[in-house]
């Protein structure tokens, strides 16, 4: 999963050294950062990418609907690809062990990304540590149940967006370090001081063993535009800069 997020980040560039653009999704990715911080954008970004893959529908699952569609990105308007991706709204933790559950019996392709925003929202109403790890482990099932629906050669990815507090409690550090055990690559949003109007953040993706560190800035205009530039990517030394690049869609 990390690699279609660097994709969406990177503007479409080629893939990271030694790695092919194929069906396999990497390991499960969570999205972290703090309240208005972006992580639904950067997942709808997700959801769009893999809708134009052409490797099947995308589940996008999340508490409420949407009250508007993020538009940061061309591919946004691209009624082809909006059409591929599936809104489910469970309204509750029981909700969603039901919808999980009955992955099974759902009609239709089977998913290639699976995605879940606001998972803070689940976990509050079941806060133990046991709850955590039961629904980390039943979405990493169900993804793993889509892919052997998708056949050889198929694979579903499973991306999570949780949000984080400036100020951590031992029981938030507890969630956390449980939850990055599920989700090998991880996604950190960052805001940063900007303009009147525009929304900066500092993106850290960590693909968990899949391919360097990376690091870019991701404005957001007013109108809903999104700007990217890649701050840098770690072989070494995280501070060198190697450079910067365009990423905005009209």
């Known amino acids: 999963m990390a690699e279609t997020l660097r994709r969406v980040l990177s503007a479409g560039s080629a893939a990271w050294p030694g790695e ?23 997942l709808f970004a997700a959801a769009l990418e893999a809708a134009g ?13 949407l009250q508007s569609l993020p538009c940061g990105t061309g591919a946004a308007r691209d009624p082809m690809r909006l059409q591929k991706i599936r809104f489910q709204y469970p309204s509750s933790t029981r909700e969603l062990f039901h919808l999980l559950c009955s992955a099974h019996e759902t009609p239709g392709p089977a998913p290639s990304l699976l995605l879940l925003d606001g998972l803070e929202e689940y976990l509050a109403e079941d806060p133990g540590a046991e709850e955590s790890a039961y629904l980390a482990a039943l979405l990493l ?10 056949g050889p050669g198929g694979d579903c990815g499973l991306m999570v967006a949780l949000q984080t507090q400036e100020v951590a409690d031992s029981g938030d550090a507890l969630h956390l370090a449980l939850l990055q055990r599920y989700f090998p690559a991880q996604c ?23 391919g360097p560190r990376t690091e870019w800035w991701v404005t957001f205009q007013p109108g809903g535009k999104m700007t990217i530039s890649l701050l840098h990517t770690q072989a070494g030394d995280p501070s060198s800069d190697k450079g910067s690049s365009s990423g905005g869609h009209p």
């Open 141 to 150: 099932d169900t993804a793993a149940y889509f892919s052997h629906r998708l």
């Open 188 to 210: 950190w949003l960052q805001p940063e001081a900007s303009g009147s109007g525009e929304h900066r953040l500092r993106v850290c993706l960590e693909p968990g063993g899949l």
């Open 20 to 42: 092919e653009n194929t069906a396999e999704a990497g390991p499960p990715l969570l999205l972290l950062g703090a309240p208005g911080s972006g992580k639904t954008a950067l």
């Open 53 to 65: 893959e052409g490797r099947g529908p995308v589940l996008f699952l999340t508490r409420r609907p």
